[in-house]
């Protein structure tokens, strides 16, 4: 079992950043894969960055690849995901998840552990 403990969101002005935090605890292994996906109202969740906590592999979505770095803390267990110049459609609530294996897939059926989720609010 691995639980997810998502902060760092909040409502942030059009061009700001934010960074968003995950906190895992329990059975994470080297094969873990973590990832970062979002959710607007009236759409399905979608993947924004994942990383591999055994190599370091990143992976990004186009929408925000260029403006957010995702990193990890393997003595803290801690995911991070940074996103600069916010724009109104990044707002959504943003999930942290876990994958008990190799490689960063962008589907959210191969993750196995999700966390409660905190909303982003970019305000115009």
């Known amino acids: 079992q691995v639980l997810l403990v998502e902060s760092g969101g909040g409502l942030v002005q059009a061009g700001g950043s934010l960074r968003l935090s995950c906190a895992a605890s329990?059975?994470?292994?080297?094969?873990?894969?973590m990832g970062w996906f979002r959710q607007a109202p009236g759409t399905e969740r979608e993947f924004v960055a994942g990383i591999s906590w055994s190599g370091g592999s990143v992976y990004y979505t186009d929408s925000v690849k260029g403006r957010s770095t995702i990193s990890g803390d393997n003595a803290k267990k801690t995911v991070y995901l940074e996103i600069h110049s916010l724009k109104p459609e990044d707002t959504a609530v943003y999930y942290c998840?876990?994958?008990?294996?190799?490689?960063?897939?962008?589907?959210?059926?191969?993750?196995?552990?999700w966390g409660q989720g905190t909303q982003v609010t970019v305000s115009s």
């Open positions: 998840a876990a994958r008990l294996g190799f490689g960063i897939p962008s589907g959210t059926a191969a993750y196995d552990y």
């Open positions: 329990g059975r994470t292994v080297r094969s873990t894969t």
